[in-house]
């Protein structure tokens, strides 16, 4: 199964129009992830079109929308749509076989005050100083608990506090104040485990405890597939390499895993280039690609 995303990231209108310079392709999307999509989707029309097409095996191409936000493509697919030996998910990968991503977890935070005048803050609780050890904990003791815990495609898990706001204004006591995290996981990590860890650090420390919640309506877990499976065997071989990776960011491969059918990531372009201003893939990669994704096709039993 060949399963490439079709949602581009939002852009300046002249960000959309295609041009080549230097052997690249620039343009939104070029990287993140049309050039997967125009790779696979030749490699299989060649393949319909002059064969040899495979026995036993049945190729499926499919187009997967919302993996920016929700991932209800992907998500679909693995409630509602057939079940594979292997899911190739296109993403920048630099034509590496990726086994193993991170899986993702929105935690939001809150600790709750007592407003009072500005002019007499002794008669009230202000959110933001509860939430100032708590932030104090998370940016220094947090992270050292997260590297002594490894994985060796992963590395360790990691903590970003992307958003904070508190109060109303300032002449009010803040009697809320909200943080939201970023949490990146490895396999053997959930929300629950992570809400488990955290409440027991704020303990330790004889924090007072917020209030947790989740912003994700939906799971993200980490990636982990076998790499000793046969068809991901089959796509190392076509692209020539030896050993599979793991990266940092979540993709389509996690839900459709979740459904049942093991996923893999790879395609041309680096990640590094996706969502960027100037956004572009490397051309030779682009038809590497197509070059790998057919020798692959044309392996299949």
């Keep these: 199964m060949l399963a490439p995303h079709m949602d581009v990231v939002p852009a300046e209108e002249n960000a959309f129009k295609p041009k080549i310079k230097n052997g ?3 343009g939104r999307g070029a990287c993140d992830t049309k050039g997967s999509m125009a790779a696979f989707f030749q490699a299989f029309c060649d393949l319909a079109k002059n064969g040899p097409l495979p026995l036993s095996t049945e190729v499926i191409f499919v187009g997967l929308v919302d ?4 991932q209800a493509g992907s998500r679909k697919l693995a409630k509602s749509g057939p079940q594979a030996d292997l899911a190739i998910a296109g ?3 630099e034509l590496k076989v990726v086994t193993a991503h991170k899986g993702n977890s929105w935690l939001q935070l809150q600790t709750t005050g007592v407003a009072a005048h500005g002019a007499t803050p002794e008669n009230g609780k202000n959110a933001i100083e509860a939430m100032t050890p708590i932030l104090k904990t998370l ?5 050292k608990i997260l590297g002594k815990r490894t994985h060796p495609l992963l590395g360790s898990p990691t903590l970003n506090i992307g958003k904070i706001s508190g109060g109303k204004q300032p002449n009010i006591v803040a009697d809320q104040c909200i943080i939201d995290l970023d949490r990146r ?6 929300e629950d485990s ?3 860890e955290l409440m027991a650090l704020f303990r330790q420390q004889k924090l007072p405890a917020p209030d947790f919640s989740s912003t994700r309506s939906v799971p993200c877990p980490p990636l982990n597939t076998d790499p000793n499976l046969p068809f991901v065997q089959t796509l190392l071989r076509a692209s020539k390499k030896r050993k599979t990776h ?3 960011y979540f993709t389509d491969a996690s839900p459709i895993a979740m459904g049942g059918t093991p996923a893999v990531v790879f395609g041309p372009g680096n990640i590094a280039q996706a969502h960027a201003r100037d956004e572009f893939i490397d051309i030779l990669q682009l038809e590497e690609a197509y070059k790998i994704i057919g020798v692959f096709l044309k392996s299949m039993p």
């Design 91 to 93: 993403e920048p990968t």
């Design 185 to 190: 996981t490895i396999p053997g990590e959930n």
């Design 246 to 248: 793991g990266v940092s």
């Design 24 to 26: 690249k392709l620039h």
């Design 67 to 70: 993996e920016e936000f929700g």
């Design 139 to 143: 940016f220094h003791d947090y992270p």
């Design 194 to 196: 992570i809400k488990k």
